[in-house]
């Protein structure tokens, strides 16, 4: 998988730095599926990050602080046995969720989060929500007791363009969510349009985002160019240039609204290059180094750390990890495929080489 589509910034400065030790960073959104699947990729997340946001949309949605404590009991048990991983789990929103079900969870410190999951707009969303003022009620606890709000941030309505649905749920009910919710911790996830940036900087302090590597790297053009090139298609979908150097002076910027979340999403090769191709990127394996490259080319490497390490714990009133890790200066070959639950998942930057490096905990290095 090459990058067509990428249109890079010309780099603005060519740092001296060959070397970063920054405070561990987390991965604020992550989907480490269940099962085969989970035991193949959740080393790839754990051995970079020491906490994950985990995604509730298995094909049964993670609706109840039992589910969640069995599913993060089968996560702990697949990390391997070095490496010192904190999964954070999540609830399922849907039309009839029991409020005091969630306010239960996240008293016992099972629930770190709601996800909110506009009916039918991704991989295992059909539970999810179909009117937003069916979640009110929950909505009203959760800003009551300090529970953040993670929403998928599209409309799904047919008639509405898909390089428009961000556009159009910012207007018709994230507005809505933090106007009605004033005093509600939101995470807008995995925005990727200008109109998701402007939003979250004009918003309140209780108004964050994540922003993933690919959306970073590649506009609308890389689905296409050449052919159909399935292992480009996420949700929600890439957009056009003017989107994605915006979300890139966001990341870049210094804010402390946006922080790091991978939104890695594997599925199998066949799943992703067949008739009804499922929407998902691969990026845990190399995720850091993704994601370092493009504060490289911004110019901007001193503000990576509080991008990938500090915002997201100071957004969610998590301590920062104390541990640290190097990346350095070296090309990473990145395979064409790898093996996952018996089958070939394609890594994000398949056949490519990235210019840097993931070498582990600093204590570690030599």
């Known amino acids: 998988m090459n990058q067509a589509g990428v249109k890079h910034n010309t780099i603005k400065t060519h740092s001296l730095t060959d070397r970063l030790v920054i405070r561990r960073p987390d991965d604020w959104h992550v989907h480490l599926r269940d099962g085969d699947m989970l035991k193949s990729v959740v080393n790839y997340t754990a051995r970079q990050f020491a906490r994950a946001i985990v995604m509730p949309n298995l094909p049964s949605p993670i609706t109840t602080a039992k589910a969640a404590e069995e599913y993060r009991a089968r996560i702990v048990k697949a990390v391997a046995s070095d490496i010192d991983f904190q999964p954070l789990m999540t609830c399922y929103l849907t039309d009839a969720i029991d409020a ?16 909110l999951y506009p009916a039918n707009a991704t991989t295992n969303s059909s539970h999810g929500v179909t009117d937003i ?3 009110y009620p929950v909505l009203e606890v959760m800003q009551r007791i300090g529970m953040p709000l993670l929403v ?3 409309v799904t309505d047919s008639d509405i363009d898909i390089f428009d649905r961000e556009a159009v749920f910012i207007e018709r009910t994230m507005s809505k969510i933090t106007a009605n919710f004033p005093a509600l911790k939101v995470v807008f996830e995995h925005i990727t349009t200008a109109d998701a940036v402007a939003f979250v900087e004009e918003s309140g302090p209780l108004v964050g985002a994540t922003i993933t590597p690919h959306h970073l790297d590649f506009n609308r053009n890389a689905m296409f160019q050449g052919g159909i090139k399935p ?10 240039e003017v989107h994605r150097l915006a979300l890139r002076r966001a990341v870049t910027s210094g804010s402390a609204k946006f922080f790091l979340g991978t939104d890695s999403a594997p599925h199998t090769v066949g799943a992703k290059e067949s008739a009804c191709g499922c929407a998902g990127i691969f990026n845990a394996p190399y995720a850091l180094e993704s ?11 001193e503000n990576f750390e509080a991008f990938a390490s500090e915002n997201g714990p100071k957004f969610y009133g998590l301590p920062m990890n104390s541990e640290h890790i190097v990346l350095e200066r070296q090309d990473t070959n990145v395979p064409s495929d790898m093996d996952a639950a018996g089958a070939q998942v394609i890594p994000y930057r398949a056949n490519e080489v990235l210019r840097w490096q993931f070498k582990g905990p600093e204590a570690t290095v030599a």
Do not use: M, T
């Open 100 to 115: 005091n079900e969630v306010a239960l969870g996240f008293d016992k410190g099972i629930f770190s989060a709601c996800k």
């Open 291 to 301: 994601y370092v490259q493009v504060f490289e080319e911004e110019g901007k490497l």
């Open 133 to 135: 003022k069916k979640i």
């Open 231 to 240: 292992h480009y298609y996420c949700l929600p979908v890439a957009k056009r």
């Open 152 to 154: 998928h941030g599209e």
